[in-house]
């Protein structure tokens, strides 16, 4: 029997977070497809308001017919309640960073990884789906023992993206006479930040003394991690590299519209959107190959298997300074980023909805 609903529960509606993004991008595919759908969190950031219902709220509108989609989260109250619950479960995992990576920096970070890893595990018998964000996500899924398992990419809403750019970023971004390298992402361990730092460093001394590096990703709670990148920066000394903490959607599209290459030198990534947003604003990509990056990135962009400061800094002079070489570069990009466009959400979240009703009524 079709389901009368399918809720999404997350551990924290986020403002600009890929998961929240993706949990809200869902929800819009799913009323598109006939079932009532709500969004249900732990915490929801103030500029969420309206687009989630408190947790507590769940077992109410879950009577009756319902499916849950539970964005796993590590150290939450929401995976204890969708756990103990009788509704068929669908796991959608966005991966879990190492805990290897936060121990020189915040040990209670390392210590709800670690278990986080653990608790998967436990949530396989409980599951009749897990889907991975990426097949490098599935892969680990597999790994803990989920018996069926699917790749659901995340979804990207690109009209958000058509919006105006902030006029108050455009007016600080404008006006500067030099290349300008951006990096996208949380200021976290295994973004790896230092090394697109030391890397811009090397790319400042070696062609481009006027250059600039704008890193946009907030920091909060990772105040260990931000000090030892501004001691970098000193040590480096290296100049005009710009935090700019966390930015509304405006100010995402203004940094991107000034910028002139993207730089990911992360060591873990479970999808990683913002590769695909600087395809989309037709910035040249570098990434290093870890994890999903080499995923995500099919084929598009450079795909880096070497670190080193002076390696990367020439490949970012040549993706500026080599015509011939950066239409290639943007050519190869525009094929992944069609393909990423070309996907049939709709189609595939049926497909996998079916599976899961179909393990369900399987075990009764």
Known sequence: MRPRAIHQVLAALAYGDAIGNEALAIRKHLL??????????????????????????????????????????????????????????????HNITPPEFFIPFHQHLVGLCYHGKRELSSFAPRCVLGLGDSEFNRKELAGAGFERTGVLPIVVDWSRYDEAPSPVMQERLDGFD???????????????????????????????PRSRLLLVGDSTGHDRYLRRLLETVQKLRVQNVIFTGQVTQADLIAAYQSAHAFLCL????????????????????????????????????????NKDPAFVAAALDRVLTD???RAAVLASQARTLSAAKAIDFDRLLESHIETALESSRSRG
């Open 32 to 93: 598109s497809l006939g079932f009532e759908s709500e969004i249900f969190a732990e915490k929801i950031h103030p500029k969420m308001a309206g687009l989630a219902h408190p947790l507590s709220e769940y077992d109410r509108a879950a009577a009756g017919r319902t499916v849950c989609m539970f964005h796993f989260s590590i150290g939450s109250a929401a995976s204890s309640l969708v756990f103990h619950r009788k509704d068929p479960l669908i796991c959608v995992y």
């Open 323 to 325: 015509r011939p070489f």
């Open 178 to 208: 030099g290349p300008t390298i951006l990096s996208v992402g949380r200021l976290v361990p295994n973004k790896k930040i230092e090394d697109v730092i030391a890397s811009f460093a090397a790319f400042q001394r070696r062609d481009h």
């Open 266 to 305: 992360s060591e873990h990534e479970g999808f990683c959107v913002p590769l695909l947003e600087a395809m989309h604003f037709g910035l040249p990509v570098l990434a290093y190959d870890a994890a999903a990056v080499g995923e995500t990135m099919n084929g598009g962009g450079l795909l880096l298997d």
